[in-house]
Protein backbone atom coordinates (compact mmCIF):
# COMPACT_ATOMS: atom_id res chain seq x y z
CA UNK A 1 0.00 0.00 0.00
CA UNK A 2 1.77 3.09 -1.05
CA UNK A 3 1.01 6.00 1.39
CA UNK A 4 1.39 9.84 0.12
CA UNK A 5 3.17 11.19 3.19
CA UNK A 6 1.90 14.77 2.93
CA UNK A 7 -1.62 13.47 2.94
CA UNK A 8 -0.97 11.16 6.13
CA UNK A 9 1.63 9.20 8.09
CA UNK A 10 -1.02 6.40 8.64
CA UNK A 11 -0.79 3.05 6.46
CA UNK A 12 -4.52 2.13 5.03
CA UNK A 13 -4.70 -0.60 7.08
CA UNK A 14 -4.38 1.96 10.65
CA UNK A 15 -7.02 2.83 12.88
CA UNK A 16 -10.01 0.88 10.66
CA UNK A 17 -11.18 -0.59 13.64
CA UNK A 18 -14.27 0.06 15.51
CA UNK A 19 -16.35 -1.81 18.48
CA UNK A 20 -19.76 -2.78 16.99
CA UNK A 21 -22.68 -1.30 19.70
CA UNK A 22 -25.49 -2.66 19.97
CA UNK A 23 -27.22 0.90 21.23
CA UNK A 24 -29.91 2.32 18.82
CA UNK A 25 -28.32 5.08 17.42
CA UNK A 26 -25.70 3.47 15.90
CA UNK A 27 -27.92 1.03 14.09
CA UNK A 28 -27.97 2.90 10.59
CA UNK A 29 -23.91 2.61 10.79
CA UNK A 30 -23.68 -0.87 10.48
CA UNK A 31 -26.93 -1.29 7.86
CA UNK A 32 -26.25 -2.31 3.96
CA UNK A 33 -29.21 -3.07 2.25
CA UNK A 34 -27.54 -2.93 -0.91
CA UNK A 35 -25.10 -5.88 -0.23
CA UNK A 36 -25.01 -8.04 -3.44
CA UNK A 37 -25.58 -11.78 -2.59
CA UNK A 38 -24.62 -14.80 -4.44
CA UNK A 39 -26.55 -17.87 -3.94
CA UNK A 40 -24.00 -20.74 -4.25
CA UNK A 41 -25.22 -24.97 -5.03
CA UNK A 42 -23.63 -26.88 -2.58
CA UNK A 43 -22.72 -30.54 -3.47
CA UNK A 44 -25.84 -32.16 -1.83
CA UNK A 45 -27.95 -30.10 -3.84
CA UNK A 46 -28.75 -27.09 -0.87
CA UNK A 47 -28.43 -23.52 -1.59
CA UNK A 48 -25.85 -21.26 0.06
CA UNK A 49 -26.14 -17.73 0.44
CA UNK A 50 -23.08 -16.06 0.55
CA UNK A 51 -22.15 -11.88 0.73
CA UNK A 52 -19.17 -12.75 -1.22
CA UNK A 53 -18.94 -14.61 -4.63
CA UNK A 54 -16.48 -17.19 -4.98
CA UNK A 55 -14.38 -15.32 -6.85
CA UNK A 56 -14.55 -12.57 -4.76
CA UNK A 57 -13.51 -14.80 -1.78
CA UNK A 58 -10.44 -16.15 -3.99
CA UNK A 59 -9.33 -12.85 -4.98
CA UNK A 60 -9.51 -11.97 -1.12
CA UNK A 61 -7.52 -14.39 -0.42
CA UNK A 62 -4.84 -13.99 -2.92
CA UNK A 63 -4.59 -10.40 -1.85
CA UNK A 64 -3.90 -11.87 1.82
CA UNK A 65 -1.48 -13.86 1.14
CA UNK A 66 0.86 -11.25 -1.31
CA UNK A 67 0.10 -8.20 0.70
CA UNK A 68 3.54 -7.31 2.73
CA UNK A 69 3.51 -9.09 6.38
CA UNK A 70 3.37 -5.36 8.21
CA UNK A 71 -0.38 -5.18 6.56
CA UNK A 72 -1.05 -8.88 7.81
CA UNK A 73 -0.21 -10.53 4.88
CA UNK A 74 2.10 -13.23 4.30
CA UNK A 75 3.99 -11.59 1.23
CA UNK A 76 4.76 -14.44 -0.61
CA UNK A 77 4.61 -14.04 -5.04
CA UNK A 78 2.94 -16.54 -6.71
CA UNK A 79 5.00 -15.32 -9.46
CA UNK A 80 8.40 -15.64 -7.68
CA UNK A 81 7.20 -19.22 -6.42
CA UNK A 82 6.52 -20.82 -9.59
CA UNK A 83 9.86 -18.82 -11.32
CA UNK A 84 11.77 -20.76 -8.50
CA UNK A 85 9.28 -23.97 -8.81
CA UNK A 86 8.14 -23.89 -5.53
CA UNK A 87 4.55 -23.95 -7.37
CA UNK A 88 4.32 -25.83 -10.66
CA UNK A 89 1.13 -23.68 -11.17
CA UNK A 90 -1.79 -22.16 -8.94
CA UNK A 91 -5.58 -22.87 -9.67
CA UNK A 92 -7.79 -21.22 -6.93
CA UNK A 93 -10.73 -22.01 -8.69
CA UNK A 94 -12.41 -25.56 -7.87
CA UNK A 95 -16.03 -25.07 -8.90
CA UNK A 96 -15.62 -25.43 -12.42
CA UNK A 97 -19.19 -23.43 -13.11
CA UNK A 98 -17.32 -20.39 -11.86
CA UNK A 99 -14.14 -21.22 -13.91
CA UNK A 100 -16.30 -21.06 -17.31
CA UNK A 101 -17.89 -17.81 -16.10
CA UNK A 102 -14.36 -16.09 -15.41
CA UNK A 103 -12.84 -17.92 -18.73
CA UNK A 104 -15.61 -16.61 -20.74
CA UNK A 105 -15.20 -13.33 -19.24
CA UNK A 106 -11.63 -13.08 -20.45
Do not use: C
Not at 75 to 87: D, G, P, R, V, Y
Amino acid sequence: FGVDKDQTKYNPTEYIYGPYSINDDFQDIYENVDVVQSTEQKEDGTKETRIFRGVDRIKLMMDIIAAKEHDGGAELSFATMKNEKALTAFFPIHDYEELWQLERAW
